[in-house]
T-cell receptor
Framework: GQQLNQSPQSMFIQEGEDVSMNCTSS?????WLWYKQDPGEGPVLLIA?????ELTSNGRLTAQFGITRKDSFLNISASIPSDVGIYFC???????????FGGGTRLMVKP | EAGVTQSPTHLIKTRGQQATLRCSPI?????VYWYQQALGLGLQFLLW???????NRGNFPPRFSGRQFPNYSSELNVNALELEDSALYLC???????????FGPGTRLTVL
């Protein structure tokens, strides 16, 4: 089946630093989504990308849909302690169909 | 606007029992997806319901089943529970023609 490789698996950074994480796939996806999950809670949607090459921002977050449709990255600028959590990329191949998730990036921020 | 709701929050069962988990979608959403998040295994797709019909299922045995009601809420049933069924079960809903899925808070199922 389709697989998403997400890296890095974890990051421990200083408050104020910028963060970058990415997802790659051997298959094409038509939609990329980025979620953040806090412990014991459901994932919260951060950014949705629908077109190859699309670059979208949401506050301090910026994400891009790779031109090959096989990758996406998420950047967080000027990290703050509340950015702590697990970030997941997810791809959709067929419209309306299920999400395929990356393994997650655990972000830890040192004040 | 109310988000996706799930009940119960926690569920403790013993091996061999049956579990029923419930999900209420965002108003106007007609598609419901179920995912399993087991420790160390990430998020895995279980089932997709749309307009009352099962549209797709993931690589899970038939003892995982569900249904969608006329009000678009959904139930996930897990029969003959096994220890490895212990996980956070997440429901996500979609509507309005967009691909974006919104998640509920999950039900933590523990099988003893």
């Amino acid at each position: 089946g389709q697989q998403l490789n997400q890296s890095p698996q974890s990051m421990f950074i200083q408050e104020g630093e910028d963060v970058s994480m990415n997802c790659t796939s051997s298959s094409i996806f038509n939609t990329w989504l980025w979620y953040k999950q806090d412990p014991g809670e459901g994932p919260v949607l951060l950014i949705a990308l629908y077109k190859a090459g699309e670059l979208t921002s949401n506050g301090r977050l910026t994400a891009q849909f790779g031109i090959t449709r096989k990758d996406s990255f998420l950047n967080i600028s000027a990290s703050i302690p509340s950015d702590v959590g697990i970030y997941f990329c997810a791809g959709i191949y067929n419209a309306g169909n299920m999400l395929t998730f990356g393994g997650g990036t655990r972000l830890m921020v040192k004040p | 606007e109310a988000g996706v709701t799930q009940s119960p929050t926690h569920l403790i069962k013993t091996r061999g029992q049956q579990a029923t988990l419930r999900c209420s979608p965002i108003s106007g959403h007609t598609s419901v997806y179920w995912y399993q998040q087991a420790l160390g295994l990430g998020l895995q797709f279980l089932l997709w319901y749309d307009e009352g019909e099962e549209r797709n299922r993931g690589n899970f045995p038939p003892r995982f089943s569900g249904r969608q009601f006329p009000n678009y809420s959904s139930e996930l049933n897990v029969n003959a529970l096994e220890l490895e069924d212990s996980a956070l079960y997440l429901c996500a809903t979609r509507g309005g023609g967009a691909d974006t899925q919104y998640f509920g808070p999950g039900t933590r199922l523990t099988v003893l």
